[in-house]
């Protein structure tokens, strides 16, 4: 039975989660956390996607993949503050990640053509010497046609 | 969303991926939209916004015109089914 408290409760919980432990919980984890059947869980976190919009799973499975702009999974987009680091899903989540959490930091990427490294430093809340393209493919009307590609 | 080093790699890359070109700018824009875009999801109370609420994030970026809509008509809210857009 759908309890929008309850999953409200499981997002900020999920988010929270990866601020602290720089991954994302596991469906038994968040189980335990909550005192709730494993089953719940999944079936909380499949409306957290399909009518909140506020996560996406692996397909196939209930294992969280993103909860953006973090990303449980490793990706091109490596942000680092001080001892932590987390993967964003793409230059814009990487960025977004120390932005929503007012950190000073750096986002390690590579050019997709060059294979030149690329690091993103943010310092006193600002961009430091900012270099390089941004460059969106998708649309903005297509972005969750595909998430992953986007 | 990808870095470059710079729009000739953008160029390069499309062609190699024979991909068509989308939209470029800089990294000082990306941080303002990034610092708008996501500030609210440590808010207990968050809840998704609205097609125009994220209409409106982009526009005060300055990102405006056909790419950017959210929609194809983005003046209407219930055109929008879940997932739809980001």
Known sequence: MSNPILDSEIRLWVYQYFVDACGAPSPIEIAANFRLPPVQVEHA??????????????????YIWMAEPFSAVPTSFLVRSGARQWWGNCIWDGLAILALLCLDGTVSTACPFSGQPLLVTVADGALVNPRGVVHFVVPARDWWRDIGFT | MLLFRSEEDVEAWCEHR?????????????????????????????????????????????????????????????????????
């Open chain 1, 45 to 62: 976190l499949h409306r957290l996607q399909t009518e909140a919009d506020a996560l996406v799973r692996i397909p196939g499975s209930s």
């Open chain 2, 18 to 86: 024979q991909i068509a070109r989308g939209a470029t700018f800089d990294l000082a824009r990306l941080w303002r939209l990034a610092s708008a875009w996501y500030d609210d999801r440590l808010d207990p109370n968050w809840r998704r916004r609205t097609v125009l609420e994220r209409q409106a994030i982009l526009e005060s970026v300055g990102l405006g015109g056909p790419f950017w809509r959210l929609t194809d008509s983005p003046r209407s809210e219930r055109s929008i089914t879940p997932g739809s857009d980001a």
